[in-house]
Nanobody, 124 residues
Framework: QVQLVESGGGLVQAGGSLSLSCAAS????????MGWFRQAPGKEREFVAT????????YYADSVKGRFTISRDNAKNAVYLQMNSLKPEDTAVYYC?????????????????WGQGTQVTVSS
């Protein structure tokens, strides 16, 4: 079992920055593919960013490319999402997820474990 706990959400003005953290336990994240997803009110959960196990290849949704950065700290067993140049449309609950394999890492179904989510609100 892998437990994931997100933190770092909050309220920020458009153009601002936030950094989300996801603390993992039960397995070292270097052996997991990690992802961030988000769900805005009335919408389905969508992919944001992912980092593969091992060498840590990253991939981003087009909507956040160039503004968000996923990273990990193996010593702290944590993954992060640095969000810059935030827009009101980035408002959502952000979820951290972990997968044993990376075969379907852009989809929800590709992940085995999920955190409880953290709210990010961007005001205009």
């Amino acid at each position: 079992q892998v437990q994931l706990v997100e933190s770092g959400g909050g309220l920020v003005q458009a153009g601002g920055s936030l950094s989300l953290s996801c603390a993992a336990s039960g397995r070292t994240i270097s052996s997991l593919t990690m992802g961030w997803f988000r769900q805005a009110p009335g919408k389905e959960r969508e992919f944001v960013a992912t980092m593969s196990w091992g060498v840590g290849n990253t991939y981003y949704a087009d909507s956040v490319k160039g503004r968000f950065t996923i990273s990990r700290d193996n010593a702290k067993n944590a993954v992060y999402l640095q969000m810059n140049s935030l827009k009101p449309e980035d408002t959502a609950v952000y979820y951290c997820a972990a997968a044993w394999v990376a075969t379907d890492r852009l989809q929800e179904r590709g992940y085995n474990y999920w955190g409880q989510g953290t709210q990010v609100t961007v005001s205009s």
